[in-house]
């Protein structure tokens, strides 16, 4: 800039100057001399100026590249090295045994996976590019401080080098801390889903304040733990800065005396000085980068020590077999020895041997060594002595993926993951990608290239994962019906049905159903008035105002399909305020709905909570009942003008109001007539606002919002015509069976979300979800722990002798609580006082046992 500004570049009278001119010049002992590479560009002062501020402009552009470069090299890197981390880790989770899985807890793995290796991932990018250039940044200083002056240069490096001793050594209580830290909120997590898993005991014993107590104390504990690191950490701060001040107070001293003395430039002094600036903040984030190293070195020891071997005990080896042969021929048990959780004997040195295929009663007569040794025959317990072989095939050396093939368990207490009742059926079916999907290539490339850098599967979710082979079907509509046929044989088809008949239909995906349904919908309409039960069910008609709906149902018209125009969030919906006040009926709704805070308050006085009439009148909830009061109160006391909010909240209660149910006597003529004048103003008012919340009615679609079965009836059921409900469903059903929609029924049906752990299902419904899971992969042994426990023992046994008929080709294994079903099997194993017995029966009313039972040994084994 002084070249252009300032003129040194046009001295002696020069008008031009030259512009990038590039060469260099030979020092005296290599001969002097120079040499040219680029004579450069002749330019005046103007352009002289713009082309050097140019060029200063072009370096900033290429640092700042380069900054991006490197900031965005190093987060794809600990990107990488996270989603490696995690799915390492929850692969290692994959290969728990049983046993391991009573030691950990299922929310501190989690927490692991998801939240305590983050720091770890982070730290990835600097573990290498900090220290290199915080280390060039302060050693650049350092020297040119050397430079200057040598002594000074020493005294600087004498005060880092007792920095980067005393700093890091009382650091490592810091490092203690959060070990501890980390520790108890891994704890923390672990105890609050214990009590989320848990939360029905804590309802029913009432232990709110235990509760609230025990985690308050552990709340206490963290916080505890976090004021030691406070102390700590800005103590050693106060050291560090106090260090870092040090140095510039010698340079002001000695430095100054040195230059009192005359041995030491006062611009050297300045120019140390001004280095010196440049040498703290590096430093003082290498110190901090140290603590951070050694800070992930304690989270990764953490999670390491987490998943040891050591602690978990030897992993499920997921080796594949080339050859999967049936588990057929005989099954021997040599010196078999298994003991319980506190070290009692179950089994002692047993032996026994059976042929297979075989229906076997597993009896104990009360004690836990007939599930024991079902556990072990389905590899739930690893940890026996002895050896139990299918023909020459070791079950202990049985890799993993053939014993899911081959050996189906179903215990007591079933586990079903979120998703609909098909996606927890064929479950067992995605063992590997049948077939690739139809992937845009530039993703899949993507998609590849990433899961190979960071150590993933380089199967998409999106590929064909189903094996309909194994089932013996060719496409998804083949398996639906396999599926429904083992439901039914489980005595699920009912509950299939119903709720096919409460699912949605997607008009996509179904698209000739919406088709038939409407047609069918017609036909029961006729029906209803051919056989004279017009008055079964009050249809949905746009001109008329339909008594079995809800105020909010008629005014809408349709279906709501976002939580703001649900429940009472649709009086603050504004879209929906705006077209009632322009209907004028917003003072009206209001009124009503003092008169039913009045009744229901009236009602409702000195009721206690959860009383019957609560769920009658589904207005006011018992907690709400105070504020309420305090509204009529002020009503009461001449109050003409209420708040917003206490008006929002009395234009809430009509919208819930049923006239054929709650039966009040507040809707007359008049108003009915002007709600209905209002739904075209409602429709019109949410099409302009462009919501999309609401799914109208419509008697020629089909709404996809609403449930397959109001669909069918387009209307609603009459409250006030007895045994109404019974004879609708008939009628359904009839037209269903007509038009031959049971099957798309069904296929519905089968859409139907289990939720979380299957809480959404009966335990009746989750034990059959769980028995077809385990038919549907045509296991060669099945194994019935308890699994039909939740039946009665007349449904019971129909299901036992559908499993017989179902599994004839197969094994069956069944743990028995008593001999009264003993002689429908034709073999029993009995295991008393460590001893097991066989023997072999005649099987259910004298049948004969099957060819493979023949071998079995009426007393093959009995050791003490």
């Known amino acids: 800039m002084n070249q252009a500004i300032q003129g040194e570049a046009f001295k002696d009278g020069n008008v031009t100057a030259p512009f990038l001119e590039l060469g260099f010049d030979w020092p005296q002992w290599l001969g002097g001399g120079s040499v040219q590479i680029f004579e450069g560009f002749q330019v005046g002062r103007i352009g002289l100026l713009i082309g050097l501020s140019c060029l200063f402009l072009f370096f900033v552009v290429v640092n700042n590249g380069f900054k991006y470069w490197v900031n965005v090299s190093k987060g794809v890197l600990g990107e990488r090295m996270l989603r490696r981390m995690r799915f390492d880790l929850f692969a290692m989770v994959l290969r728990f045994t049983p046993e391991a899985l009573r030691t950990v807890k299922s929310s501190e793995t989690a927490t692991i996976i998801k939240d305590e290796v983050e720091p770890?991932?982070?730290?990835?990018?600097?573990?290498?590019?900090?220290?290199?250039?915080?280390?060039?940044?302060?050693?650049?200083?350092?020297?040119?401080?050397?430079?200057?002056?040598?002594?000074?240069?020493?005294?600087?490096?004498?005060?880092?080098?007792?920095?980067?001793?005393?700093?890091?050594?009382?650091?490592?209580?810091?490092?203690?801390?959060?070990?501890?830290?980390?520790?108890?909120?891994?704890?923390?997590?672990?105890?609050?889903?214990?009590?989320?898993?848990?939360?029905?005991?804590?309802?029913?014993?009432?232990?709110?304040?235990?509760?609230?107590?025990?985690?308050?104390?552990?709340?206490?504990?963290?916080?505890?733990?976090?004021?030691?690191?406070?102390?700590?950490?800005?103590?050693?701060?106060?050291?560090?800065?106090?260090?870092?001040?040090?140095?510039?107070?010698?340079?002001?001293?000695?430095?100054?005396?040195?230059?009192?003395?005359?041995?030491?430039?006062?611009?050297?002094?300045?120019?140390?000085?001004?280095?010196?600036?440049?040498l703290p903040p590096p430093l003082k984030e290498l110190i901090d980068w140290d603590q951070q190293r050694l800070d992930v070195q304690v989270k990764y020891d953490q999670v390491t020590q987490h998943f040891a071997e050591e602690r978990l005990g030897p992993m499920i080896e997921p080796k594949e077999e080339e050859e999967d042969a049936p588990l057929v021929g005989s099954l021997t048990a040599e010196n078999l020895c298994l003991s319980g959780s506190h070290g009692d004997t179950i089994i002692d040195n047993a032996s026994f041997s059976l042929g297979l295929p075989a229906k076997v009663a597993l009896i104990s007569n009360g004690s836990p060594a007939a599930s024991m040794m079902a556990r072990v025959l389905a590899r739930r317990i690893p940890n026996f002595s002895g050896r139990i072989c299918f023909g020459d095939r070791d079950l202990a050396q049985l890799p993993a993926s053939v014993a899911g093939r081959r050996i189906a368990y179903a215990g007591v207490d079933p586990i079903l993951f979120p998703g609909s009742i098909r996606d927890n059926l064929i479950y067992g079916l995605r063992t590997k990608p049948m077939g690739q999907s139809e992937e845009d290539r530039r993703e899949a490339a993507r998609r590849l290239a990433e899961a190979a850098r960071s150590g993933n599967p380089f199967e998409s979710i999106s590929d064909q994962w189903v094996d309909y082979r194994r089932v013996g079907v060719k496409d998804e509509q083949e398996l639906d019906r396999v599926l429904v046929s083992l439901l039914e044989r489980v005595e699920m088809g009912e509950a299939i049905y119903l709720f096919g008949l409460v699912g949605r239909i997607d008009p996509e995906r179904h698209t000739a159903l919406a088709e038939r349904l409407v047609e069918a919908r017609s036909r029961l309409r006729e029906n209803f008035r051919s056989n004279g039960m017009a008055d079964l069910v009050e249809p949905f008609d746009l001109d008329r105002y339909n008594d079995q709906s809800t105020v909010a149902e008629n005014l809408l018209f349709g279906v709501p399909v976002s939580g703001e125009f649900m429940g009472r969030n649709l009086a603050l919906n504004p879209q929906f305020r705006s077209a009632i006040d322009k209907a004028e009926l917003t003072d009206d709704l209001t009124t009503m709905g003092l008169q039913i805070a009045e009744t229901m308050t009236e009602i409702f006085q000195g009721l206690p909570p959860g009383h019957p009439l609560f769920a009658q009148f589904s207005f006011i909830g018992a907690d709400e009942l105070p504020e309420f009061q305090a509204i009529l109160r002020r009503r009461a006391r001449g109050a003409t003008d209420l708040k917003q909010e206490a008006r929002t909240r009395l234009l809430a209660l009509p919208l819930a109001y049923i006239e054929a149910r709650h039966r009040l006597g507040l809707l007359d003529d008049d108003l009915k007539k002007r709600i209905v004048e209002t739904r075209s103003l409602v429709r019109e008012t949410l099409e302009k606002g462009f919501a999309t919340g609401v799914e109208f009615y419509d008697p020629e679609r089909i709404c996809s919002a609403a449930p397959l079965r109001d669909n069918l009836l387009f209307g609603r059921v009459n409250y006030q015509v007895a045994d109404a409900r019974h004879r609708v469903a008939e009628a359904i059903a009839a037209v269903i069976r007509e038009f031959d929609l049971l099957e798309d029924v069904e296929r519905i049906g089968l859409d139907h979300e289990v939720g979380t752990a299957g809480r959404l299902l009966s335990p009746q419904e989750r034990a059959s979800v769980n028995l077809v899971r385990c038919l549907v992969k045509r296991p060669d042994i099945m194994i019935i722990d308890g699994a039909l426990a939740p039946f009665d023992e007349e449904r019971a046994e129909r299901i036992l002798q559908a499993l017989f008929d179902y599994l004839d080709q197969q094994s069956l294994f069944m743990v028995l609580p008593n001999d009264r079903q003993a002689a429908a099997f034709d073999v029993q194993i009995r295991v008393s006082d460590g001893r097991i017995v066989t023997e072999k029966t005649a099987g259910p009313q004298g049948r004969a046992p099957k060819p493979g039972a023949e071998a079995a040994q009426s007393v093959a084994g009995e050791v003490a």
Do not use: C
């Open 120 to 278: 770890i991932g982070g730290f990835i990018g600097d573990a290498f590019i900090t220290p290199v250039l915080l280390g060039l940044q302060a050693s650049t200083a350092l020297f040119f401080i050397m430079v200057q002056n040598v002594w000074l240069g020493l005294m600087a490096l004498g005060v880092i080098a007792l920095q980067f001793t005393i700093i890091p050594r009382l650091r490592r209580e810091l490092l203690r801390l959060g070990k501890q830290r980390q520790l108890a909120s891994r704890e923390l997590a672990g105890r609050i889903g214990e009590v989320l898993d848990g939360i029905e005991v804590v309802h029913v014993h009432n232990a709110y304040a235990w509760e609230r107590a025990e985690i308050g104390n552990r709340l206490f504990g963290l916080f505890n733990i976090r004021l030691k690191i406070y102390n700590r950490k800005f103590a050693v701060k106060f050291l560090n800065n106090f260090l870092s001040q040090v140095t510039p107070f010698l340079f002001y001293a000695v430095g100054g005396y040195f230059a009192l003395r005359g041995t030491l430039d006062i611009g050297q002094l300045v120019a140390v000085i001004s280095a010196y600036r440049e």
